[in-house]
């Protein structure tokens, strides 16, 4: 059964920093992966999707990455600000089904 | 601008109400999922539908039923409602064998039940 897991649970970084939120997978055989925002008692927001045979996806300040043969992703964030703000979740289809299963994602503030 | 809609924000029920939670979605698209989002514990499938009148089953079924009569609403019945059912239930949807495209969220139900 898929499992994936982000880490860290909770990240606090003083603004105009850079970071790297990380997503691991157990299964490799994914057709997608997902990063999502979601903010306090909102819904989820679809940030960057890369499909299995890309390598990494951007989308102004924020690139993803895969790593699919050692189960990893990465989502990095260039020159963050206190709008950024908010929980990231990252979420795999699985090969062969149309299900995603999601992270527990990383809470991240972004002090001014 | 595409758009997955739940019908309520904000719910509250008693205990063994039937309980119907509503979601429609204008793209068109094949997939349907019902979530729920409880602290500490993610988010978790409770039932998928990829066509009309179509479920399976997802992580945590027990309690819950779903209604798909048409291909752009989803509906996810609580058949008597219990206080551990209280939660955040999301709604997405997403095209079928598309491994180019997103999934697309609701803005969430926050259901009560006292």
């Known amino acids: 059964k898929q499992e994936v897991t982000q880490i860290p649970a909770a990240l606090s970084v003083p603004e105009g920093e850079n970071l790297v939120l990380n997503c691991s997978f157990t299964?490799?055989?994914?057709?997608?992966l997902q990063w999502f925002r979601q903010d306090p008692g909102k819904g989820l927001t679809s940030l960057l999707l890369i499909q299995s045979s890309q390598r990494e996806q951007t989308s102004g300040r924020l690139n993803a990455s895969l790593d699919k043969s050692s189960g990893r992703s990465t989502l990095y964030i260039a020159a963050s600000q206190p709008g950024d703000s908010a929980t990231y979740l990252c979420?795999?289809?699985?090969?062969?089904?149309?299900?995603?299963?999601f992270g527990k994602g990383t809470k991240l503030t972004v002090n001014p | 601008d595409v758009k997955v809609t739940q019908s309520s924000r904000y719910l509250v029920k008693r205990t063994g109400e039937k309980v119907f939670l509503e979601c429609v979605q204008d793209m068109d698209h094949e997939n349907m999922f019902w979530y729920r989002q409880d602290p500490g514990l993610g988010l978790r499938l409770i039932y998928f539908s990829y066509d009309v009148k179509m479920k399976e089953k997802g992580d945590i079924p027990e309690g819950y039923s779903v209604s798909r009569e048409k291909k752009e609403r989803f509906s996810l019945i609580l058949e008597s409602a219990s206080t551990n059912q209280t939660s955040m239930y999301l709604c997405a949807s997403s095209l079928l064998y598309r491994a180019n495209t997103e999934a697309f969220f609701g803005q969430g139900t926050r259901l009560t039940v006292v």
């Open positions: 979420a795999v289809t699985q090969g062969g089904s149309e299900k995603l299963v």
């Open positions: 299964d490799s055989a994914i057709y997608n």
